[in-house]
């Protein structure tokens, strides 16, 4: 997993704009020659990494199709922490390098999903559009109370997934006063020191987060039955991917009063559109949808152009920086 020492390579951004104007993109401290592109659809990707030793992307897909046709790529450098968009197997059976961007949203992320909590429990999207639906101008009181109002402080979080997003996350719902709980993998056979069983972390929490990875073992990690298990007044945020929850569940769940809100950044289609179960009903009054920005703050989004940026170099100088393969 090596380039040839006299190659100049190219390097290929696939989804350039996913990166800001704002955010300085550094330069390579090694030769190369770099091409980019805003986004790249489906059917460009082949052509636009043919003949390509480094492919940079954030969430363009790399599968086994595409990559059967690209024998010249030596390294995919994912710009995300994420990498459920590149098929894994097939790179570490052929040669190819997989780097990836690990901890640099740990202020963004749990901000976000503290956000998201304190919006739910407090109801602030449902009093804006009650009163965007003029039922305080025509009420007599200086106040009204159409929707519960609860605490943050005291309440449990279950996370799910300890690394770096789950801790930072645990760490910033202490300083509010919430009670922490990791709940263990699904279907794990024992518990881990420090950890609860899963289905206890589902039938404790007051709010669950989400912050494992995608892949074959979290496909539909919350479904009808997990909801099912949890508090009818519990929350669920994920911040994680889409594919770890079954969308159709959970507006089900929140329509039946089966949990009491959801606060969703991430979709199993990006962008989701009206066919997604829960953009056909954003109206709900419980849920909160943000477009796959947790990530988003410039800072955090600095910290991940320049650890990018210093994994290619690396690997170019024959370094292994944030490997996955
Ligand atoms: N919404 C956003 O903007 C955003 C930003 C960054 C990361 N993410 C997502 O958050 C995920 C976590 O990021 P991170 O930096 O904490 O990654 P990380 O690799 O540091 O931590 C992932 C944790 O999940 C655990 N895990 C793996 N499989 C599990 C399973 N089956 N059940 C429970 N836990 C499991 C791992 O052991 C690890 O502790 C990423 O994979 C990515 O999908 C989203
Ligand atoms: O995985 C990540 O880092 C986020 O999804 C942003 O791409």
């Not at 790529?73 to 590149?86: D, E, Q």
């Not at 056909?280 to 796959?292: F, R, W």
């Not at 800072?299 to 292994?320: P, R, Y």
Request: proline share 5%; charged share 20%; hydrophobic share 45%.
């Amino acid at each position: 997993m090596s380039l040839p020492t006299s190659a100049t390579p190219t390097v290929v951004f696939l989804d350039r704009a996913t990166i800001p104007t704002q955010i300085e993109l550094p330069e390579l401290a090694v030769e190369h020659k770099r091409i980019d592109y805003d986004f790249t659809s489906p059917e460009q990707v082949v052509e636009r990494l043919q003949g390509v030793q480094i492919a940079i992307t954030n969430k363009v897909i790399l599968d086994r199709e595409c990559l059967r046709q690209l024998p010249e790529l030596k390294l995919i450098a994912v710009s995300a922490t994420g990498f459920n968009n590149i098929d894994i197997d097939y790179c570490a059976d052929h040669g190819v390098a997989v780097t990836n961007v690990q901890g640099y949203a740990t202020q963004s992320v749990p901000e976000h999903v503290i956000a998201m909590i304190f919006a739910l429990k407090r109801n602030l999207f449902a009093y804006h559009n009650d009163i965007a639906a003029g039922e305080w101008q025509r009420n007599k009181q200086f106040c009204f109370f159409t929707h519960p109002i609860g605490d943050v402080a005291g309440s449990t979080l279950a996370i799910i997934g300890s690394g770096a997003l789950g801790q930072a996350t645990a760490t910033l719902a202490k300083a509010v006063g919430m009670k922490v709980l990791f709940a263990e993998r699904k279907g794990a056979p024992s518990c881990r020191d420090g950890f609860v069983p899963f289905e206890e972390g589902l039938q404790q929490a007051d709010v669950i987060s989400l912050h494992c990875p995608l892949n074959e073992q979290t496909l539909n990690l919350i479904g009808e039955r997990e909801l099912a298990m949890m508090k009818s007044s519990s929350l669920l945020i994920n911040t994680g991917r889409g594919g770890l929850v079954d969308e159709a569940a959970l507006v089900n769940a929140l329509k039946q009063g089966i949990i009491a809100g959801a606060g969703v950044d991430v979709f199993t289609q990006e962008p989701a559109d009206s066919s997604n179960p829960l953009l056909a009903n954003m109206s709900l009054p419980n849920l909160l949808l943000t477009p796959h920005v947790a990530w988003g703050s410039d800072s955090s989004i600095q910290n991940l152009a320049n650890i990018l940026m210093d994994n290619i170099t690396a690997f170019i100088k024959g370094e292994k920086q944030n490997c996955i393969v």
